[in-house]
């Protein structure tokens, strides 16, 4: 039994740090993509489309790398980082 608990344990831990590296490099994403279109002077309501577009395209992409259950953790995942990213423009409350 102690070697089924310590697999589990290996999965979970394999799991969040998938998780982690997808919220890290969704923030990199995130940032340079906002601070080319600030260089460029898009309004900030066009640049919550193209962030939108580009995660769009990161679900994407996972349907492409990934199968089975991981995809759809990933696929939920990413669609949860999408609403954090449109809710301030929606004019959801704080």
Same mark, same amino acid.
């Given at each position: 039994?102690?070697? $089924? ?19 890290? $490099? ?9 601070? $080319? ?21 990161? *679900?994407?992409? *996972? ?17 949860l980082l999408v609403l954090h990213v449109l809710l ?7």
């Amino acid at each position: 039994m102690e070697m $089924v608990n310590q697999a589990l344990a290996t999965v979970e831990h394999w799991l969040l740090m998938l998780f982690g590296l997808l919220f890290g $490099v969704f923030g990199v994403i995130e940032t340079a993509v906002r601070n $080319v279109l600030n260089g460029i002077g898009l309004p900030e309501n066009l640049q919550q489309i193209v962030i939108v577009v580009v995660g769009v395209m990161l *679900i994407i992409g *996972i349907f492409k790398v990934f199968g089975g259950i991981i995809r759809l953790l990933l696929i939920a995942f990413l669609i949860l980082l999408v609403l954090h990213v449109l809710l301030p423009t929606l004019g959801a409350p704080g």
